[in-house]
């Protein structure tokens, strides 16, 4: 039995799949199995995923007969997991060949139910910003932004399943990690990031919000949740209306906020 299952939902990411897939390749952590499954690709990357799993036995290939979105895929991958512990991956980006060493080590000592670590943001020029989390994020964290890099985290698979995965409900989506983090902290249940770079995601440093407004009413619903639960006091409920203003800023403004922001390290 593999000691870590990776899980990653893939959708149109054809040129960018081999690439994502061989930093698990070049893992200095060998005891994993990769679950890959395509949500209803319309390109070729139904295609190239049987030609990875094809070269190597610890990939395991699902497909999904329609588009589900994410927290679907990933809730039916965690089904099939074989390990204790479940990471994730996106399709897109990059990770460090000892990220899985790391994590590993930290989460095997039975402390923290989810260790992440820092992440870049890279696109076709390069590396161009970067995001450090607090060690050891409290309660008062969740007052700001989700306090784990989702794509580059690990969780215990028995912390995972006690909180029932990821919520599948619609006003929840596109903040599904962050609604899983609220929970397991609700539940008890602590985190750790491991204080370096050890996840790259690809994003545009020019890009306008990705986030619908509908996405943003969510993130500020699930904000405004996590103050009265955690009793955050006023602060934090007039801080989670900041998605809704930020879905409201003009893109010239979204994008030079959103390059200071990352090339801050924030």
């Known amino acids: 039995m593999p000691e870590i299952s990776v899980l990653m939902g893939i959708y149109n990411c054809a040129d960018t799949l081999e690439e994502a897939v061989g930093c698990l390749l070049r893992q200095s952590a060998a005891d994993w ?13 139904y295609a190239l995923a049987q030609k990875l799993a094809r070269s190597d036995e610890r990939i395991r290939l699902l497909k999904n007969e329609k588009n589900l979105g994410l927290p679907k895929t990933l809730n039916r991958c965690a089904a099939l997991a074989k390990a204790p512990y479940l990471a994730r991956m996106d399709g897109d980006d990059r990770c460090s060949p000892t990220r899985l060493e790391k994590e590993l080590a930290v989460i095997r000592r039975g402390e923290y139910a989810v260790v992440s670590c820092g992440m870049a943001f890279f696109d076709q020029d390069g590396v161009w910003g970067q995001k450090l989390y607090r060690e050891t994020p409290q309660k008062a964290d969740f007052a700001g932004n989700s306090p784990f890099c989702h794509a580059g ?12 995965g990821y919520s599948e ?4 989506l596109r903040v599904e990690d962050f609604d899983l983090w609220f929970r397991l902290y609700r539940a008890g249940y602590r985190g750790y990031n491991i204080p370096e770079i050890l996840y790259e995601m690809r994003d545009d440093r020019s890009a306008v919000a990705r986030k619908k407004f509908r996405y943003r009413v969510n993130e500020y ?15 934090a409920k007039i801080a989670a209306l900041r998605p809704l203003l930020l879905g409201l800023c003009p893109a010239f403004l979204y994008r030079a906020l959103h ?8």
């Open 33 to 45: 199995e990769l679950l890959l499954c395509d949500d209803g690709s319309t390109d070729g990357t």
């Open 153 to 164: 985290a690990m969780i215990r698979r028995d912390a995972f399943e006690a909180v029932g």
């Open 169 to 172: 409900a619609a006003d929840r």
């Open 221 to 235: 619903r699930l904000k405004r949740q996590i103050a009265e639960d955690f009793s955050l006091g006023v602060k």
């Open 259 to 266: 390059r200071a922001k990352m090339g801050r390290g924030q």
